[in-house]
């Protein structure tokens, strides 16, 4: 194993990993810190004011997470031709990524102005009903930016350019908190406007990121040999179709996977307040955890897909074995740690004892998973570099709906476990998870070379 590690090749890899996975772990740390942001701040305003905001984030996230899927996929497509040297490749990539953005913002504006009857149909509360369309309609003006940024930020994770990612991540905090205290307390002449400010707070952050990371995609030295615009572009449906065909599939797998954890999250909200607010802590620091391989996996799909892309088995094998081998010893760190000190970090949340014994439960319940949870996600990635996302997606509907679910229901209600039962689930269908993923990548692996890859050692 050490003389592996020692190898000038895999040296050479991992030290490239490293410096693209560490900005790209900050930068999601980073842009999930803002929502964060806006809780905290809501919450010290009212309890009504944090209530529109959870509820507004629940009907709008769903609709992210689709897009979301969709502008991952040119990651990969963004770093094999790259690899491959197609350089006019990689300016089609991200004019017909914004034409798809704008196509995408169309229904999902649609949908936000229809919300209301449905917030009647669930049950929520009548009297945040307006303010929750008030910050809807605030935040509808910032998702054509976020779309596009979205875009932007996929395309130069493919490129390798996590560290300008990270930089303009950051830089949006304080920013995002000055135009919170602006727009909610009615500061510089404007009105106060309470929990509707932080929508159009957040509206000019998510502007303002996607200006920064284009105007330094347009203008950074290191793009100088792609041309991105130097004409008119009409939209081009063979690139479009090159993007959904890996796009949709992505969508699908990440919503089946945030739509078990959304359904767990409702089903937990009958039982007492106790075990929903030990849920939450629970689920809040696991996501926190979690950004460690998700930025980990962003690295492994540009390096996996870049080897592609230079038609090197070796290289796309390194690639891969590498990012896991990454993620699985960082998610056995968090695991000891976290099973170490339980208390402790319960303990950064609520002082309450009921709560902190609960939550402490379940944090031994999330440690158990953190590894799976890494592989899972960090295997996807190297799956997702060379455009292997159909098949993903049936074993995410296996793992998460013919497992996870079903057993966390079954150990909750049935077995009157509670929320513990739900977090059970959680552990058997993340682990089934890693197991269906990593066959597909070993069964890839063994055909890698039947289509026309080059068997050689590229370092």
Not at 156 to 181: D, H, K, Q, W
Not at 311 to 323: D, H, W
Not at 434 to 441: D, F, K, P, Q, V
Request: net charge positive.
């Amino acid at each position: 194993m050490l003389t592996n590690l020692l190898r000038p090749a895999v040296a050479k890899e991992s030290i490239v990993m490293i410096k693209l996975a560490i900005p790209a772990v900050i930068a999601q740390l980073a842009q999930m810190s803002l929502g964060a942001i806006d809780t905290i701040m809501a919450g010290n305003l009212s309890t009504n004011a944090l209530a529109a905001i959870a509820v507004g984030n629940n009907l709008f996230v769903p609709m992210l997470i689709f897009s979301l899927g969709l502008f991952m996929a040119l990651n990969p497509l963004v770093a094999q031709a790259n690899g491959a040297k197609r350089y006019n490749k990689l300016g089609e990539y991200l004019r017909q990524g914004l034409y798809l953005a704008v196509v995408t913002t169309i229904p999902t504006l649609l949908l936000l102005d229809q919300l209301e009857p449905l917030m009647h149909i669930i049950g929520v509360q009548p009297s945040i009903i307006p303010v929750v369309m008030g910050y809807l309609e605030a935040i509808s003006w910032g998702v054509l930016p976020l779309y596009l940024f979205l875009v932007v930020r996929s395309v130069n994770e493919g490129l390798f350019s996590t560290p300008a990612i990270m930089y303009i991540s950051l830089a949006a905090i304080p920013v995002n908190i000055l135009l919170n205290y602006i727009f909610m307390y009615g500061y510089l002449g404007l009105p106060a406007m309470g929990a509707i400010g932080l929508g159009y707070a957040t509206s000019i952050v998510w502007t303002l990121l996607f200006l920064a990371l284009f105007l330094y995609t347009i203008f950074a030295k290191k793009y100088q040999h792609i041309v991105f615009f130097s004409h008119f572009h009409k939209p081009d449906w063979k690139v479009f179709k090159e993007i959904l065909h890996i796009g949709i599939p992505l969508s699908i797998s990440v919503g089946l996977e945030v739509l078990m954890f959304g359904t767990v999250g409702l089903l937990i909200g009958r039982y007492s307040v106790e075990i929903i607010a030990a849920h939450q802590i629970a689920v809040n620091f696991s996501s926190l955890v979690f950004m460690v391989p998700l930025g980990l996996s962003v690295a492994v799909t540009a390096r996996v897909g870049h080897a592609v892309g230079s038609n090197s088995v070796a290289a796309v094998k390194r690639a891969s074995k590498i990012g896991l081998a990454f993620s699985a010893s960082l998610m056995a760190c968090a695991m000891i740690l976290t099973m170490l000190f339980p208390l402790q970090l319960v303990s950064i949340y609520t002082s309450e004892t009921e709560v902190r014994e609960i939550a402490v439960q379940l944090l031994y319940l999330a440690a158990i998973f953190m590894i799976s949870d890494g592989l899972q996600v960090t295997t996807a990635g190297a799956l997702r570099g060379l455009k292997d996302t159909f098949v993903p997606m049936l074993m995410a509907g296996i793992s998460y709906w013919l497992v996870g679910f079903p057993v966390g229901y079954f150990m909750a209600e049935v077995m009157e476990m509670e929320a513990r039962g739900y977090w059970i689930g959680y552990i058997a269908g993340l682990s089934v998870a890693a197991i269906l993923l990593g066959y597909r990548l070993r069964y890839v692996f063994r055909n890698l070379s039947l289509k026309g890859f080059k068997n050689t050692n590229p370092a």
